[in-house]
């Protein structure tokens, strides 16, 4: 099984469709933190459609949380400020990527202390800051399970 948290995520229908992707998946969806939305939100259920009862939704107040209620997983953290690509790195199951929230990415002192975990997304065009965090999330989920399948 592999993880997907989301750090302050902002954008609610940005949630719901990572969410959508973690239900197809059987991919756990860990929210950190206060979000952007309520999470009952009308916006961020038509995003998700239907499949909210199919999504295993965990709810932490904070990275430390995370980690305690995954002792026997590695974090990954995606960013667009390392030149580690993620097409380059070995995933492995009970894995947790992690992602940070639309506008301003996970904070540097969580990159820094785990520099070596980090990985990015390549995007040729340099004019390009990064992609939507759905975008993302399902390019990466998508090689770990190719990956670990």
Not at 15 to 31: D, M, P, Y
Not at 88 to 104: H, I, M, S, W
Request: charged share 20%; hydrophobic share 40%.
């Amino acid at each position: 099984m592999l993880h997907v948290a989301l750090v302050e995520p902002e954008i609610p229908p940005n949630t719901g469709n990572i969410a959508r992707v973690c239900a197809a998946t059987f991919t756990s969806l860990h929210i950190v933190g206060v979000t952007g939305f309520r999470m009952d939100d009308r916006t961020l259920k038509r995003a998700g459609l239907d499949y909210w009862d199919n999504v295993q939704l965990h709810r932490h107040i904070d990275l430390t949380e995370l980690y305690a209620a995954l002792p026997d997983s590695r974090f990954l953290y995606l960013t667009t400020k390392t030149k580690q690509k993620y097409t380059d790195f070995t995933f492995q199951d009970n894995d947790c990527l992690v992602f940070g929230p639309e506008t301003r990415g996970l904070p540097e002192s969580v990159l820094t202390a785990n520099h070596d975990l980090c990985l990015t997304i390549p995007m040729p065009n340099e004019n390009v800051r990064s992609l939507n965090l759905a975008t993302s999330v399902g390019i990466v989920l998508y090689e770990a399970i190719r990956q670990t399948s």
